[in-house]
Each structure stands twice: as structure tokens, then as C-alpha cells.
């Protein structure tokens, strides 16, 4: 079965700055990866997935993900953040075998200041 | 277009209370799953169904129980309200694959068991 780890679980930032989020998995199958966004109080929404191709995925919101298969990581990267990005950020993995079936992360809190 | 729609919002129990928290959808999808959140663990299947009549259990099922009489409908029942079971539970749903449109989450049952 897969897992993920969320390596951080609190991401103080101030607005514009750059914000990395790490996100690491094991698998002994292929795998899909995403990353989702909650808001407070609010369900969670897709901001990227990996099917396959170009290791390096573009998402909403100005964010973009890189796979590597390697060190079995899929780091969320945001150049530049705003207040608005204020959220817990989920990253998932699922088996290419049982593609509906989730397994997501722990969890990063993303906290923008001013 | 409504999406995937939670009743209710919030709900207090006693232990030993039972229980149905509703799901229902309305983009014809057909997968369905229930997950729970807890802090610091993320997300974590419950239930899921991939079509009317199917289901099967996920990582975390005992003490729950489901069935999928419609497409649209996937309520999740709670038959003996314990405080372990306090959390937010998302229902979700899809096309089918994540190859195919995002999974979409409603926004979520806030449960306490007392």
C-alpha cells in the first residue's frame, strides 16, 4: 500500500515570498500524485496532479509541482505567495492499479503575513 | 450545479447515539467515498463505492457503515456514536478515475460525540 509524509506540518511565510512545500512517498507500484488546498471551514480542492509525462506540473493559483522519481518526492513550490494562500495544503497518492483510491499526507498549514 | 452536498453541518451525540450523515451528488459520478479528518492525520478513507450497489471498506471502516441504493446518494451511518469517532468527514466523488475530473469534496460534517 502507499503512504505519504508531509515533512512539515507548519509553514510560516511573509507575503512575497517564496514557499516550498515538501511531500514525500512510498510505493512499490506506480503512482499518481496531487496536491490539494483547504480553506477554512471549506472542503478540499485539486490544485495539481502528476498522471505522467513532464516531471515538472503547473497548477492553479500560480503554483507548480516537481516529481521525482528518484527520491520518491513531489515538492510544491509558489514563487510568490499572497494572504490569500493561507491554507492547509494535502498532498495524495494513489496506485496507477486503483487510481480512485487516495492516500493523503498529514497535512501543511501555510501561514502568510504580512 | 450544486456539487456534492453534506447535511448536516454540524452534529452533537451521545455515545451510544446512532446516526446518518447525507451525501448526495449531482454530476452524475460515479465513484464516492467517505474520509475522515483528523488533526495531524490528514484525510482517511472510510468507505468507498463505485457505482450504485458497490462498496467496500477503506483504511479506517469499523464502526461505520454505507450502501449506494442511487448514483447520487452515499450516506455514511454512525450505528453506535463513540468520542473516537469526534472528527470532519468529507464525502467526496468523481468520474471514476483520476484521470478524469478532479476528486470533488463536499464541506464536510463537523461531528462531536460526547
Known amino acids: 500500500a502507499q503512504s505519504v509524509t508531509q515533512l512539515d506540518s507548519q509553514v510560516p511565510v511573509f507575503e512575497e515570498a517564496p514557499v516550498e512545500l515538501r511531500c514525500n512517498y512510498s510505493s512499490s507500484v506506480s503512482v499518481y500524485l496531487f496536491w490539494y488546498v483547504q480553506y477554512p471551514n471549506q472542503g478540499l480542492q485539486l490544485l495539481l496532479k502528476y498522471l505522467s509525462g513532464s516531471t515538472l506540473v503547473k497548477g492553479i493559483n500560480g503554483f507548480e509541482a516537481e516529481f521525482n522519481k528518484s527520491q520518491t518526492s513531489f515538492h510544491l513550490r509558489k514563487p510568490s505567495v499572497h494572504i490569500s494562500d493561507t491554507a492547509e495544503y494535502f498532498c495524495a497518492v494513489s496506485e496507477v492499479s486503483n487510481d480512485y483510491k487516495l492516500s493523503f499526507g498529514a497535512g501543511t498549514t501555510v501561514t502568510v503575513r504580512a | 450545479n450544486a456539487g456534492v452536498t453534506q447535511t448536516p453541518k454540524f452534529q452533537v451525540l451521545k455515545t451510544g447515539q446512532s446516526m446518518t450523515l447525507q451525501c448526495a451528488q449531482d454530476?452524475?459520478?460515479?465513484?464516492m467515498s467517505w474520509y475522515r479528518q483528523d488533526p495531524g492525520m490528514g484525510l482517511r478513507l472510510i468507505h468507498y463505492s463505485v457505482g450504485a450497489g458497490i462498496t467496500d471498506q477503506g483504511e479506517v471502516p469499523n464502526g461505520y457503515n454505507v450502501s449506494r441504493s442511487t448514483t447520487e446518494d452515499f450516506p455514511l451511518r454512525l450505528l453506535s456514536a463513540a468520542p473516537s469517532q469526534t472528527s470532519v468527514y468529507f464525502c467526496a466523488s468523481s468520474q471514476g478515475s483520476v484521470l478524469g475530473p478532479p476528486l470533488h469534496f463536499g464541506n464536510g460534517t463537523r461531528l462531536t460525540v460526547t
Open positions: 454530476m452524475n459520478h460515479e465513484y
